[in-house]
């Protein structure tokens, strides 16, 4: 059974920054993605990364987001940087291409400005 929890989501000042990880079990060698959504928003890709590593980001998010992951750790990590305010939003990961049964609780970001 795939399971997928994110964490390290919480309270930030606008221009601050903030490390989310994305811990997996039950699936190994996958492409993964993170996605946010805002509130009154749909969901949005913001970032995706392959079985080698290869990154690919939503290209208004581009340098300030950071995709990453630990295969010890089977963890996918974001690391956003510079965040703003209209990014508050819950923040979720799943696989790449997505799987609706794949969708966790995901992890609350909120800035302040």
């Known amino acids: 059974q795939v399971q997928l929890v994110e964490s390290g989501g919480g309270l930030v000042q606008a221009g601050g920054s903030m490390r989310l990880s994305c811990a997996a079990s039950?699936?190994?060698?996958?492409?993964m993605a993170w996605f946010r959504q805002a509130p009154g928003k749909q969901r949005e890709f913001v970032a995706r990364?392959?079985?080698?590593?290869?990154?690919a980001y939503k290209d208004s998010l581009r340098g300030r987001f950071t995709i990453a992951r630990d295969y010890d750790k089977n963890t996918v990590h974001l690391q956003i940087d510079s965040l703003k305010p209209e990014e508050t939003a819950v923040y979720y990961c799943n696989t790449f291409p997505t799987n609706t049964n794949n969708w966790g609780q995901g992890t609350q970001v909120t800035v302040s400005s």
């Open positions: 990364i392959s079985i080698t590593g290869v990154t």
């Open positions: 039950g699936i190994n060698n996958r492409a």
